[in-house]
């Protein structure tokens, strides 16, 4: 089930929706897979429940803990009470420089498609105070990183409503 939103905030000023539409195709399979693609099988997989999940991390005033969020604006963790957060006392440090680590994941006799999925919540300052990326590279090979994101752009907020609320 779909629904449109339309959302005006603003006095003395209006709009038109003529139509609109909505298709829902198949994805098309990367080059090189066969359709409907080899099944997915798990190589690595953790939720940061019970463990770690073997993650390391480092850096100058490092701020990685893992628990449960609990300083707005990321108040909740995706798999239930515990993630990998960046303060989670609200003491964030100028200056700080931190870097988290998976552990080895062993990719040997891995053939056909191989799909990277994590979930994330972040909120950054601009890209003059703070820089964030995600890569994987090969253990022991720091020339092989590629990188999969990244953030260089202004401070994620705004300000949408009557009265204005901030989305982080």
Aim: charged fraction near 15%; aromatic fraction near 10%; glycine fraction near 8%.
């Amino acid at each position: 089930t779909w629904t449109l939103r339309v959302r005006d905030d603003l006095t003395a000023n209006s709009g038109t929706v003529n139509s609109w539409s909505l298709d829902v195709c198949p994805v098309a399979p990367p080059p090189g897979c066969a359709v409907p693609g080899p099944a997915e099988n798990t190589v690595y997989t953790s939720d940061f429940e019970a463990s770690d999940g073997g993650f390391t991390h480092a850096g100058t005033l490092d701020e990685w803990e893992r628990g449960l969020p609990a300083f707005a604006p990321i108040t909740t963790a995706h798999s239930g009470t515990n993630a990998w957060k960046t303060d989670l006392d609200n003491t964030y440090e100028n200056s700080a420089n931190n870097d988290l680590f998976s552990p080895a994941i062993d990719l040997t006799g891995v053939t056909g498609r191989t799909t990277l999925n994590f979930w994330q919540k972040y909120q950054m300052e601009t890209a003059s105070f703070d820089l964030y990326w995600v890569e994987v590279r090969q253990v022991g090979n720091p020339a092989s990183a590629r990188r999969l994101v990244g953030w260089n752009g202004a401070t994620m907020t705004r300000s949408v409503g009557s009265p204005l609320v901030a989305i982080q």
